[in-house]
């Protein structure tokens, strides 16, 4: 962490998560309120909606690396309207974000987590994923390789973040079990949020869609595994990669067994790349009343939309 962030205040916490405060003085607007609206996306870097064409164009060479600083800045200028402006949803007080570039080449040099956060006047929590050195990036499943991958060499680095209106009681990094691909960690993100005295829990994950449905479950349960010490409001987000029908159904019953719901119908579009439309991006609750929940429908910043849920703890022992 360089001088500059130290004297912004951001700090670093001893599992390495990245934490700093752009919040406006006087505390969080909408105190009062009984409700949270939570939201999680997988932003992809703020590259873009167009995964398999952008992939088609790099590997025929059309590339505009000059380009992707100001790109990328337009599409987090265009995220921070979304998330605050109340047309595709309710201005969120809690956003998770999952590949969420800090200094990558495929970010434009940006850090994607800082300034969303900055833009949008928040708090904000990031964990990278520490890809081991010298991994090379290596094909898997024809249709997952469509991915711009980080270079060996590149000194940036991908990850989850949690933004939030509502003050850090704590944060922690879970490590989940992978073995698909040595270059890509897979990790939550779980923080801790209070206010008037009264807390709530959120785990942002970002499952691996390389794994077999079975490894993915193993991903899940690491998060329940901490998620079940928990008393109060609980709630699962991000990216689960539920990539099939089954890997949907499964995923769902798992996590309704533990006790938390979803107020998803099963196949909602929330990821698109051309006609294709798949249900990747989940909310899924505990100790807390849905009120209302969407899909933020279009915004091109990123090939997966926004999922949003406006929730109220049912319980005394939440926020």
Same mark, same amino acid.
């Given at each position: 962490m360089t001088a500059e962030e130290r004297a912004q205040g951001f700090e670093a916490t001893p599992d390495?998560?990245?934490?700093?405060?752009?919040? $406006?003085? !006087? !505390?969080? &607007?909408? $105190? &009062?309120?009984k409700t949270l609206v939570v939201a999680s996306f997988n932003i992809r870097y703020a590259v873009g909606s167009f995964l398999i064409t952008g992939s088609l164009g790099r590997r025929v060479g059309l590339k505009w690396p000059r380009r992707r600083p100001r790109l990328v800045a337009r599409h987090l200028s265009r995220a921070a309207l979304a998330l605050s402006g109340g047309g595709l949803l309710p201005p969120a007080d809690i956003v998770a974000l999952q590949e969420a570039d800090k200094l990558t080449a495929r970010a434009g040099g940006h850090d994607v987590a800082r300034e969303l956060a900055q833009?949008?006047?928040?708090?904000? &929590?990031?964990?990278?994923? !520490?890809?081991?050195?010298?991994?090379?990036?290596?094909?898997?499943?024809?249709?997952?390789?469509?991915?711009?991958?980080? $270079?060996?060499?590149? &000194?940036?680095?991908? !990850?989850? $973040?949690?933004?939030?209106?509502?003050?850090?009681?704590?944060v922690r990094r879970v490590e989940l079990p992978w073995d698909e691909c040595a270059w890509r960690p897979r990790l939550a993100l779980g923080a801790t949020v209070e206010r008037g005295g009264r807390r709530l829990h959120l785990f942002n994950s970002h499952i691996d869609p390389h794994a077999s449905v079975e490894g993915q479950l193993k991903q899940h349960a690491a998060v329940l595994e901490m998620a079940q010490k928990l008393s109060g409001a609980v709630v699962l987000l991000g990216d689960f990669n539920t990539l099939s029908k089954r890997s949907c159904v499964e995923t769902r019953r798992l996590l309704e067994a533990h006790g938390f719901e979803t107020p998803f119908r099963t196949g909602t579009a929330t990821w698109r790349a051309g006609l294709i439309r798949l249900h990747t991006d989940w909310i899924f609750v505990r100790g807390a009343r849905v009120e209302r929940c969407g899909v933020a429908r279009p915004l091109g910043v990123s090939d997966h939309w926004p999922v949003w849920a406006e929730i109220e703890p049912s319980d005394e022992g939440g926020l």
């Amino acid at each position: 962490m360089t001088a500059e962030e130290r004297a912004q205040g951001f700090e670093a916490t001893p599992d390495g998560i990245e934490v700093g405060d752009f919040s $406006a003085p !006087g !505390g969080p &607007a909408g $105190a &009062a309120r009984k409700t949270l609206v939570v939201a999680s996306f997988n932003i992809r870097y703020a590259v873009g909606s167009f995964l398999i064409t952008g992939s088609l164009g790099r590997r025929v060479g059309l590339k505009w690396p000059r380009r992707r600083p100001r790109l990328v800045a337009r599409h987090l200028s265009r995220a921070a309207l979304a998330l605050s402006g109340g047309g595709l949803l309710p201005p969120a007080d809690i956003v998770a974000l999952q590949e969420a570039d800090k200094l990558t080449a495929r970010a434009g040099g940006h850090d994607v987590a800082r300034e969303l956060a900055q833009e949008l006047r928040m708090s904000y &929590a990031r964990a990278g994923v !520490g890809r081991p050195p010298g991994e090379e990036p290596k094909s898997k499943q024809w249709y997952l390789d469509f991915e711009e991958h980080i $270079a060996r060499t590149d &000194a940036g680095d991908t !990850g989850l $973040a949690v933004l939030s209106r509502v003050p850090f009681r704590s944060v922690r990094r879970v490590e989940l079990p992978w073995d698909e691909c040595a270059w890509r960690p897979r990790l939550a993100l779980g923080a801790t949020v209070e206010r008037g005295g009264r807390r709530l829990h959120l785990f942002n994950s970002h499952i691996d869609p390389h794994a077999s449905v079975e490894g993915q479950l193993k991903q899940h349960a690491a998060v329940l595994e901490m998620a079940q010490k928990l008393s109060g409001a609980v709630v699962l987000l991000g990216d689960f990669n539920t990539l099939s029908k089954r890997s949907c159904v499964e995923t769902r019953r798992l996590l309704e067994a533990h006790g938390f719901e979803t107020p998803f119908r099963t196949g909602t579009a929330t990821w698109r790349a051309g006609l294709i439309r798949l249900h990747t991006d989940w909310i899924f609750v505990r100790g807390a009343r849905v009120e209302r929940c969407g899909v933020a429908r279009p915004l091109g910043v990123s090939d997966h939309w926004p999922v949003w849920a406006e929730i109220e703890p049912s319980d005394e022992g939440g926020l």
